[in-house]
C-alpha cells in the first residue's frame, strides 16, 4: 500500500514570501507528526495532530509556522515570510493508533526547502 | 527535557567487525526507546524498539536504565549496513512526538 506521501519534495523560497508543505498520511492513521531536521542534525519535533486537533504544537519556533489537519487526514504546514534559517528537511509522519501508544511512526519522504 | 545523545557522527568498521552505535537518553519517567535508519536517498524508517525486544537485519539493543543507554549492536557487520542511523526517545502519555538524536553516519568499509 502506499506509503506517507509529502509535496512538494523540492522547493525554494525567497526570503519573507510565504510557503506551503502538503502531508498526506497513510489512510486511516489516527495520529500525525511534523518535524523539522537541519543539515547535519536529526529530525525535531514541531506539531503533532489527533486526528484533526491539534493536540501539540509546542515544537513550533514561532508564530510564522502554521499547521492544520482539517479533515483529520491531509495536513499543511504553512510558513510565512520565511527566513534563512527556516532551510531544512521537513517530514512528516502518521502513527496508527491513538496517543500514548508506542506504535511505528511511519515516515514521508520530506520536503527540502531552501530559503534564499 | 528530554535529551538524546549519539557521540559519534560517524562510525567506520571494516565488513564482518563488530559494530556498536551509542546512545544516551535523559529521562526520568519509563522510556520509549528506537533505533530509525536511513538509507541511502531513501525515507527514515524504524529499524527496532526497546518494548519489542526483538533483532532486525541481525542488529540489537538492550535498554539499560542505569547507565540511561540503549546501544544499538551488530556482531558482524555488512555492507548494506552503511546508512545513518538515529536514536529516538518518546515518552507517550500525550506528549507523543519522538525526540532524536543528532545521528551516526555508520559505514562499512569492503
Known amino acids: 500500500g502506499a506509503g506517507v506521501s509529502q509535496s512538494p519534495r523540492y522547493k525554494v523560497a525567497k526570503r519573507g514570501q510565504d510557503v506551503a508543505l502538503r502531508c498526506d498520511p497513510i489512510?486511516?492513521?489516527?495520529?500525525l507528526f511534523w518535524y523539522q531536521q537541519a543539515l547535519g542534525q536529526g529530525p525535531e519535533f514541531l506539531t503533532y495532530?489527533?486526528?484533526?486537533?491539534?493536540?501539540?504544537k509546542s515544537g513550533l519556533p514561532s508564530d510564522r509556522f502554521f499547521a492544520e489537519r482539517p479533515e483529520g487526514s491531509v495536513s499543511t504546514l504553512k510558513i510565512q515570510r520565511t527566513q534563512q534559517e527556516d532551510s531544512a528537511v521537513y517530514l512528516c509522519?502518521?502513527?496508527?493508533?491513538?496517543?500514548?501508544?508506542?506504535?511505528?511512526?511511519?515516515f514521508g519522504p520530506g520536503t527540502r526547502l531552501t530559503v534564499l | 527535557a528530554q535529551r538524546v545523545t549519539q557521540p559519534e557522527k560517524l562510525l567506520s568498521v571494516f565488513k564482518g567487525a563488530p559494530v556498536e552505535l551509542k546512545c544516551n537518553y535523559s529521562?526520568?519517567?519509563?522510556?520509549?526507546l528506537f533505533w530509525y535508519v536511513q538509507y541511502s536517498r531513501q525515507r527514515l524508517q524504524l529499524l527496532l524498539r526497546?518494548?519489542s525486544r526483538e533483532s532486525i537485519k541481525g542488529f540489537t539493543a538492550d535498554l539499560n536504565k542505569g547507565e540511561t543507554s540503549f546501544h544499538l549492536k551488530k556482531p558482524f557487520a555488512q555492507e548494506e549496513d552503511s546508512a545513518m542511523y538515529y536514536c529516538?526517545?518518546?515518552?507517550?502519555?500525550?506528549?507523543?512526538?519522538?525526540?532524536f538524536g543528532k545521528g551516526t553516519h555508520l559505514i562499512i568499509q569492503p
Open positions: 529516538a526517545h518518546g515518552s507517550g502519555g500525550g506528549a507523543d512526538g519522538l525526540t
Open positions: 495532530f489527533q486526528n484533526e486537533a491539534q493536540l501539540d
Open positions: 529521562y526520568s519517567g519509563s522510556p520509549e
Open positions: 526497546h518494548i
Open positions: 509522519a502518521s502513527r496508527p493508533l491513538l496517543p500514548g501508544g508506542t506504535d511505528t511512526q511511519y
Open positions: 489512510s486511516g492513521h489516527v495520529s
